[in-house]
Structures are given as structure tokens and as C-alpha cells.
């Protein structure tokens, strides 16, 4: 039943995928060559879009090919799929690390994956700023060029709208939701 | 628990381009806004969410309801954070892509991304100042940086190792403190 191997096909990735969206993103392309044809572009178009929508890049994937699949019941079956494992073991280490907390295993475990923590989000911030700055559809694109201070595949605005968010969040103390508000509309009038 | 849904509701549907960039945006409500965990305590859950296999932004939903409310917290935290992506991909995907082409919706979505890099810089940052306390955090780090990014070690093992180094030295240090004593 399709049902069935889209759930499985997808718990299983979301059982493994590890080290950022990305990683998972190609790990479900090998994986639903069996239910979807779909060609490469096809599926590089379906993730381009999993990452300008809102939530991870690898539910979002998820989503869209099953529903591809098998309409609504499929998408629901395919994102329920890559969250569940995730799930059940933070619950799992969650309660554990609750119920171990004086542990001087627990506490040294945690101690010791501190320094690796800020590899990690290291490299994934790098993946979510590469794009944003290399765009294909530069906001003010343009402008940028014109001025003749920055290659011309490289988005000026953005980094500018990169550095006024971190300054209104930082100094100003604007709350986060709505500097991306404002960040949207500017974006909308800009990139016109 | 409608609270726990709310705000990760809201998460879900403001994170754009990476889960890590829901890192800031979560610090500050749990931390300053609701006061659910310290400074520290959101730096153990962020490391710990990102140590796992999986979606950090689930993960860190799943990890932050349950500590709030148990089990069925765990459940409606979750299902918040990924129902805003659900729906707009089920909307996508039924063809009001027609929006792919719109120059007001394309200039938005650079805005929310150049402000997302934004928020995963801050992010960098605040989780760096938070762990880099001494010497070793500090190479420790580096170190992080460097294996992830430059060698081909699957990041599991990267984990591991720093996790395993982790509990040596916790073992270490309370033997040292029993012969002092």
C-alpha cells in the first residue's frame, strides 16, 4: 500500500538525516525515485521552493512529494513520516536528560557537544547565507552592479537588509517577527 | 498549552530559509519573553537538538514541549511548527504557484531571506559567546569548525567524539577533586 512505503520511505530519513537540511534533501531524492517520476530539474525546482517557504527545508520536501504522490492523504503520510523519528527520540532524550540531570555523565556529555554545537550551526548558517547572497534574483540586483562596487551576482541589498536586521534585533531590540516583516515589504518595493 | 501551540505556530511559520535560523526568535521568547529556561539551559537544548539526527526546528520544538508540558506538549508543539509549512506547500503544490512569478512575492521572499541570514549570524554569535568561556571551549570550537567543515568525517562521529570527550573529562576532573580532597 503507497500509504505504507511513503511513510516508511520517509521515516527512514528522518531517522538519519543529519547535519542540516541539505543533506537530507539529497538522501530524499535517492529515496523517492521509486514512487515519483520526476526528473532532477523537476526536483531541483521542488526544493527551491521547499526552501523559500516557510519550515525546514526537509519537511517541506517531504510534503510536496507525497503529495505529488498521492494528493493529500500522501503529503500528510510523507511529513508525518520525517517527523516522527525525530519525535521519539527527543522525547526520549529529553526525559533523560531531565531524569539524569545530575549525572556527571549526563552533565559532561552535555559540557562536551557545546563546542561541537557551534560548528554545526556554523555550517549551516553558511548554507542559508551562500544563497542569499549569490541570488539568483538579486533584490535591487541592478543597483548593485551599477554601482560598480560588487560583482554583479552578488546581492548588495541583501547584505544590507542582512546587516539592518542584525543591527534592529541586536541594538534596537526590535522584536525578530517584526524585523521580517519589514525585511518582506522592503524586499516586495525593492525587488520591483 | 494553546500558549505552546501559539508560539511555535508562530516559529513555524517565520522560519524561513533554515532551521537555524528559529534559534534566535525561540532564545528570545523563551528566554526573555516567557521566562521557560535560562541562558544557559536554551544553550544545552540548542546543542542537544542540533546533536540529534533529524530537523532542528523539530527537534527543538519537540524538546522545548515536552520539558513545558509533557508528552502531550511535546505532540502540540510539534504538530505548531510544522502546520504553517504544511499548509503553504499543500497551497503550492495545488498550483497557486502561479505566485512564483509575481515580482512582489519573489522581492518579499529575498527580504525574508537577507533577513534570515541576519538572524543566523546572530545566532552564530550568541551560541559562540555562550560556549566559549575559556581556553578550551575556544579550541574546542575551532576545532568543531574545522572537522566539519574541511574534513569528510560524518558529523555523527563528529558528535560522538565531542560527546565522548565530554564525559572523559567530567570523569577526569571528579577524580582529580577526589584525590585533592
Known sequence: ?192 | MLELFITFFKLGLFTIGGGVAMIPILQNIAVNEKKWFTAEEALDVISVCQSLPGVIAINMATYVGFKRKGLLGSLVSTVGVVLPSFVVIILVAKGLSAFGDNPYVMGALGGLRAAAMGLVMIAVYSIAKGVIKDWFSGISSLAGILLIEFTNMSVVLIVLLFLVTGILRSLWNTRREGVLK
Open chain 1, 1 to 192: 500500500m503507497i500509504f505504507a512505503k511513503l511513510f516508511w520511505a520517509f521515516f527512514k530519513i528522518g531517522a538519519v538525516g543529519f547535519g542540516g537540511g541539505m543533506a537530507i534533501v539529497g538522501m530524499i531524492y535517492d529515496t523517492i525515485r521509486g514512487f515519483v517520476s520526476m526528473t532532477p530539474s523537476q526536483y531541483a525546482d521542488i526544493v527551491a521552493i521547499a526552501q523559500v517557504t516557510p519550515g525546514p527545508v526537509a519537511v517541506n520536501t517531504a510534503t510536496y512529494v507525497g503529495y505529488q504522490t498521492a494528493g493529500m492523504p500522501g503529503s500528510l503520510v510523507a511529513t508525518l513520516g520525517v517527523a516522527t523519528p525525530a519525535f521519539i527520540l527527543v522525547a526520549i532524550v529529553a526525559s533523560m536528560i531531565d531524569r539524569y540531570k545530575q549525572s556527571r555523565i549526563v552533565q559532561g556529555a552535555l559540557e562536551g557537544i557545546r563546542p561541537a554545537t557551534v560548528g554545526m550551526i556554523f555550517t549551516a548558517a553558511l548554507t542559508i547565507c551562500r544563497p542569499a547572497v549569490e541570488a539568483e534574483h538579486p533584490l535591487g540586483g541592478s543597483i548593485s552592479a551599477i554601482s560598480g562596487i560588487l560583482p554583479g551576482h552578488i546581492d548588495g541589498i541583501a547584505i544590507l537588509m542582512c546587516a539592518a536586521t542584525v543591527l534592529l534585533i541586536k541594538k534596537f531590540h526590535v522584536n525578530a517577527i517584526y524585523v521580517l516583516l519589514i525585511m518582506g515589504c522592503i524586499g516586495a518595493v525593492v525587488g520591483v
